[in-house]
T-cell receptor, first 114, second 111 residues
Framework: GQQVMQIPQYQHVQEGEDFTTYCNSS?????IQWYKQRPGGHPVFLIQ?????EVKKQKRLTFQFGEAKKNSSLHITATQTTDVGTYFC??????????????FGQGTILTVHP | DAGVIQSPRHEVTEMGQEVTLRCKPI?????LFWYRQTMMRGLELLIY????????DSGMPEDRFSAKMPNASFSTLKIQPSEPRDSAVYFC?????????FGEGSRLTVL
């Protein structure tokens, strides 16, 4: 089955420091999505990447999709306490439809110390 | 606009009892997903529907779990009989173009 590895599992940063989480797949992907879940909350969609080498930005967040479409990263510049939460990647294997089965990574738990 | 609505938000029951979780997807969305979240196993896809038809139920743990979607605006996930290892947060999500919109979840505790 689809294997998705997210690293690191935990990340503690001081407010103002940068943060990066990585998502690696054992197989080529059709697309990858990123979600954020606040403590006690539900996952909220952030972005979808589809093209090889794609880079997208949302304010302080930068998302990249690898050239081989097997890995992705989420980078947050100058973290704030509002960035606290768990960041998940979710993947659809190549050949699957974008409306179909998503496999979630284990998530990276980010804590930010003020 | 209302998001995905789940009920109950919290359920505490005893082992052996039947549990029914309910979900109302966002109007117009044609795909519906049931996920289970635990600390140990993370977010696991249990089953998903497309246009009310079950497409993949390979994640359903065992015969004690069943899910239905009788119409486009309602789905249920039933556990009968429940066991302590079923304790988890159960999320329903709906989708139209691939991005998932999650409900707030149903936290189930089986004693």
């Amino acid at each position: 089955g689809q294997q998705v590895m997210q690293i690191p599992q935990y990340q503690h940063v001081q407010e103002g420091e940068d943060f990066t989480t990585y998502c690696n797949s054992s197989t080529t992907l059709s697309n990858i999505q990123w979600y954020k879940q606040r403590p006690g909350g539900h996952p909220v969609f952030l972005i979808q990447l589809v093209k090889s080498g794609e880079v997208k930005k949302q304010k302080r967040l930068t998302f990249q999709f690898g050239e081989a479409k097997k890995n992705s990263s989420l980078h947050i510049t100058a973290t704030q306490t509002t960035d606290v939460g768990t960041y998940f990647c979710a993947v659809t294997p190549a050949g699957g439809t974008s409306y179909g089965k998503l496999t979630f990574g284990q998530g990276t738990i980010l804590t930010v110390h003020p | 606009d209302a998001g995905v609505i789940q009920s109950p938000r919290h359920e505490v029951t005893e082992m052996g009892q039947e549990v029914t979780l309910r979900c109302k997807p966002i109007s117009g969305h044609n795909s519906l997903f049931w996920y289970r979240q635990t600390m140990m196993r993370g977010l696991e896809l249990l089953i998903y529907f497309n246009n009310n038809v079950p497409i993949d139920d390979s994640g359903m743990p065992e015969d004690r779990f069943s899910a239905k979607m009788p119409n486009a605006s309602f789905s249920t996930l039933k556990i009968q009989p429940s066991e302590p290892r079923d304790s988890a947060v159960y999320f329903c999500a709906s989708s139209l173009r691939g991005e998932l919109f999650f409900g707030e979840g149903s936290r189930l505790t089986v004693l």
